[in-house]
């Protein structure tokens, strides 16, 4: 049952590195990580977190993009070159195919995000000590610091596997343009999930409908700013394991209802 | 409907109903760890809303939405923060624009400090001196104050923004008491050592000569080659020690011409002329205690303790006086301004 999951993940794999545009963004994500000291000194007396903004926004960000332009291609490619027949005639049924190219993109973002968190830890071993000297009261945060971004790199991959997820389901939807412009909305929807819940507090005066409909709207959208620990990295705050594994928790029960919804519809699709 | 379909979209709502008391728990979590954005949008969102100027809607719009939605809010704040600046610097007319852009700033990233600190600064010192108006000039002081106060429950773990407010009760306020019990706060952590001897000089200042001394004792405690507290003390001895002691004693015209002995070497000294006045209050001589703060305050146009303090005097002795910024300031906030003198067992200096 895994076997053929894993071929059509190996394939996504390879052929996910053919496409430019993917190097296109890793390569400007590096340039804006490695170049984040510059912008540090931007913000006196704050360089360290100026630097952790960057990079970790950057990883989160890049991470997104590739997620949602990668993801809307998976199955379309296949659809408009027609390959999606001769896989579909192997004994690889449409769950399987799915699934396996969702993980191919996983595999391929976990590549890009590898390298991107790389490129921030080798800024931030350079350039941190040097502003942590320059301040005290940073010195003392900042050993939390490194595994705090750890940390933080480690929700980063889940977050953006979720949107690829949303990126993959929607383009079994909709067209390519759409499905692109459909996930985008959702992950800044998404990233904006509190505002709907204050909306919907009738303390606020939310009305019994906007209760409802935004109440509903917040239970239903994927919460991707819990995967945003920035601040407490910024705060030097520890974090602990069992709350990050409450949050990916959350992460992969959203994941298992994105491609169940992906499946259900790609089942039903004509290709 | 195949039933497996029907089954997939039961699984769905059942997962995302399971979901529910995870995400309320992670909601707990990032509360209670400080996970959260400091600021929530849709507080933002309110006060882009409310703003009455174009240009700074201008700047929520473009650049402030486009962080949020990035989630690069500490580059939306630098980049408001230079903008800002270049408000600022193009003169009155933007000046209310810049401050609009300021606070935003310190909605946006109010654990950077920087902010706080310039956005209180330009309150409680640049508009101050832009009106001539005092009820305007004690609105700018308390705006300043609370600037700083709003940074500090940000920021509760540095020692920056206490001594920042201090600082402003120091310097601009003249409320020693209060800037002391800043002070006081920054000292609990790390700190640069001249705080210490901030606390000696608001004592000094208001005046109460045996904590001043006990200030300065202090500072050569923790470092016996601190001139300046060594200096401080050795002039406190012999300037104001003895008078002091005298009026703590009851003994006030004693009191009074041993502090009149030395303002007659230096009339126009400002310490000396504080004790003066704080004597002569306590001992009941409220003519010569106006008399004496309305000196010290007519010598120094920046001694804005004797300008209150004259001013409360001259309400008191009904006095025609025009009330200034920083009296009309300890009024709204409901600070008593009088000398209180408690006896202190001073024999043992």
Redesign the interface.
């Known amino acids: 049952m895994m076997r053929p999951i894993f071929r059509v993940a190996r394939a996504t794999f390879h052929e996910a590195w053919r496409r430019r545009f993917l190097n296109g963004i890793l390569i400007f994500a590096i340039l804006i990580i490695g170049s984040s000291w510059v912008?540090a000194y931007?913000?006196?007396?704050?360089e360290l977190?100026?630097i952790i903004?960057?990079g970790l926004?950057s990883i989160?960000?890049f991470g997104m993009l590739i997620a949602v332009f990668l993801g809307t291609r998976l199955i379309p490619d296949e659809i408009e070159r027609r390959t999606v027949h001769t896989i579909l005639a192997k004994p690889v049924s449409r769950a399987q195919f799915v699934f396996g190219k969702f993980l191919g993109g996983v595999a391929t973002i976990a590549v890009n995000l590898v390298v991107m968190g790389i490129a921030f830890y080798i800024v931030f071993a350079i350039k941190a000590p040097q502003f942590a000297a320059a301040k005290?009261?940073d010195a003392?945060i900042f050993a939390a610091m490194y595994s705090n971004i750890a940390k933080a790199i480690v929700l980063a991959f889940f977050e953006v596997w979720l949107v690829l997820g949303i990126a993959v389901v929607a383009s079994t939807l909709f067209s390519w343009v759409l499905s692109v412009i459909v996930t985008f909305v959702i992950y800044?929807v998404g990233?904006?999930a509190?505002?709907f819940q204050?909306?919907s507090d009738p303390e606020r005066g939310a009305s019994k409908l906007a209760q409802i409909l935004l109440g509903t709207l917040y239970?239903?959208l994927p919460?991707f700013?819990?995967f945003?620990?920035r601040?407490?990295i910024?705060?030097g705050?520890y974090?602990?394991w069992s709350?990050l594994l409450?949050?990916i928790?959350?992460g992969l029960?959203?994941l298992?209802?994105i491609l169940?919804?992906g499946?259900?519809v790609f089942?039903?699709r004509e290709v | 409907m195949k039933s497996y379909?029907i089954i997939?979209?039961l699984?769905?709502l059942a997962?995302?109903v399971?979901?529910?008391p995870?995400?309320r728990?992670?909601?707990y979590?990032?509360l209670v760890?400080?996970?959260?954005?400091?600021t929530?949008?849709?507080q933002i969102?309110a006060r882009g809303s409310a703003g009455d100027t174009e240009l700074a809607v201008t700047g929520v719009t473009g650049v402030i939405v486009g962080a949020?939605?990035?989630?690069?809010?500490?580059?939306a704040?630098?980049m408001l923060?230079?903008k800002t600046h270049e408000y600022w610097h193009k003169g009155e007319a933007l000046q209310a624009k810049a401050l609009w852009l300021m606070r935003l700033v310190t909605l946006l990233?109010p654990?950077?400090?920087?902010p706080w600190r310039v956005t209180a600064w330009h309150l409680a010192y640049n508009l101050y001196v832009e009106t001539d108006d005092p009820a305007l000039r004690a609105k700018y002081l308390q705006m300043g104050v609370d600037c700083l106060k709003e940074g500090v429950s940000w920021n509760p773990?540095?020692?920056d923004l206490y001594l920042e407010l201090g600082w402003t009760y120091f310097d601009k306020v003249e409320d020693f008491e209060e800037a002391n019990k800043w002070f006081k706060a920054a000292m609990l952590?790390?700190h640069p050592e001249y705080v210490d001897r901030l606390v000696g000089h608001a004592y000094e200042r208001m005046p109460d000569i045996p904590r001043s001394l006990d200030a300065y004792d202090y500072c050569l405690k923790r470092d016996p080659q601190d001139h300046t507290a060594k200096g401080a003390t050795l002039t406190i001895r012999e300037r104001y020690l003895i008078p002091w002691y005298l009026a703590e004693q009851g003994k006030y015209d004693e009191a009074l011409a041993a502090i009149n002995e030395y303002l007659l070497a230096k009339p126009n000294s400002s310490l000396g002329l504080h004790v003066k006045g704080a004597i002569a209050e306590q001992a009941g001589k409220l003519r010569l205690a106006y008399d004496t703060w309305k000196l010290a305050g007519d010598i120094s146009q920046l001694d804005f303790l004797a300008q209150s303090k004259a001013v409360q005097l001259a309400h008191e002795l009904g006095i025609e006086t025009e009330d200034t910024a920083q009296y009309l300031y300890m009024q709204k906030v409901g600070k008593d301004l009088k000398v209180s003198m408690p006896g202190r067992d001073t024999m043992a200096r």
């Not at chain 1, 931007?42 to 704050?46: I, N």
């Not at chain 2, 654990?111 to 920087?114: A, G, K």
């Open positions: 912008f931007l913000q006196p007396g704050a977190q100026m903004d960057i926004g989160r960000f005290p009261e003392l800044f990233q904006m509190d505002f204050q909306l239970r239903v919460h700013e819990i945003d620990i601040e407490a910024l705060q705050t974090t602990p709350t409450q949050i928790g959350q029960a959203y298992v209802v169940l919804i499946y259900l089942n039903e | 379909k997939g979209w699984a769905v997962l995302l399971a979901v529910q995870l995400d728990s992670v909601e979590d990032r760890l400080g996970l959260q954005q400091p929530p949008w849709f969102a949020a939605l990035g989630g690069f809010r500490e580059v704040a630098t923060w230079m990233d654990h950077w400090l920087e773990d540095r020692y952590y790390p």
